[in-house]
């Protein structure tokens, strides 16, 4: 029975970390503002309580394409998903490549983004991983920008605590993510003017994180979702 515990609490945190997009709150083609839109991975996509609240404030809804367990390329489908749709889009809020690093790292750490005590700091092929990462948001940034989107708000990741997935050894590789996707955001040159990139580090505690140490309780939600809106809220 141990074992059979054991092998269950593995299952989760393969289906969790590698985002099975049944563990997704629905995505919403249709919406008030079609013209706004979420792309991303489970930090939106799990519970969907960062949404719900800017909803809440706006008076309006917005559309959804985020689903756990994305990586960047996911994101780029997304987004031509979106396209597809309504191909009038102004403003996209998002998130990308945090799976890119925490997948590998939490089925086998093929990269070496953990860092353990006796290390010195992050490996070289994580921060290549990161490093390929950048171009390619980099890339897709570039891509809204030549299709005409008008503002691109990017939303870093924090960092996680020790749980079912998460552990502070990636937070090394959250730091060096962190600074890479913000230089993505500043260097895309084809990109819209108004894009903004937002580090919530310094904001989400581990009271913020569940029992999985990746992904925001409610007040982790409440708190990404209002430095989301002081970026959305002049765009509407």
Known sequence: MKNL??????????????????????????????????????????????????????????????????????????????????????????????????????????????????????????????????????NLLNQMGRDGVDNIIFQGYYNLKNGLIGTTKLNQAVAYGDAKLALAVANATAAPNYRVFIDPRAYITSSDIIYDGVHPSDSGSLKLANLIWAKLQPKL
Request: aromatic share 8%; net charge negative.
């Open 5 to 138: 515990k054991s092998g269950i609490v593995v299952l989760v945190a393969l289906l969790v970390a590698t985002g099975c997009s049944l563990i997704s709150v629905p995505i919403i083609t249709n919406a008030s503002r079609n013209d706004v839109v979420n792309l991303g991975d489970s930090i939106f996509a799990l519970s969907g309580k960062i949404q719900d609240n800017l909803h809440s404030w706006s008076g309006e809804t917005f559309r959804r394409y985020a689903l756990s367990g994305s990586m960047v390329s996911h994101i780029a489908d997304q987004y031509d998903d979106a396209r597809a749709d309504d191909p009038n889009i102004n403003t996209i809020f998002m998130d990308a490549a945090g799976n890119d690093i925490l997948i590998p790292a939490t089925l086998f750490d093929p990269y070496n983004c953990k860092v353990d005590w006796w290390e010195s700091g992050l490996s070289s092929t994580c921060k290549n991983l990161i490093d390929d990462c950048y171009v390619d948001v980099v």
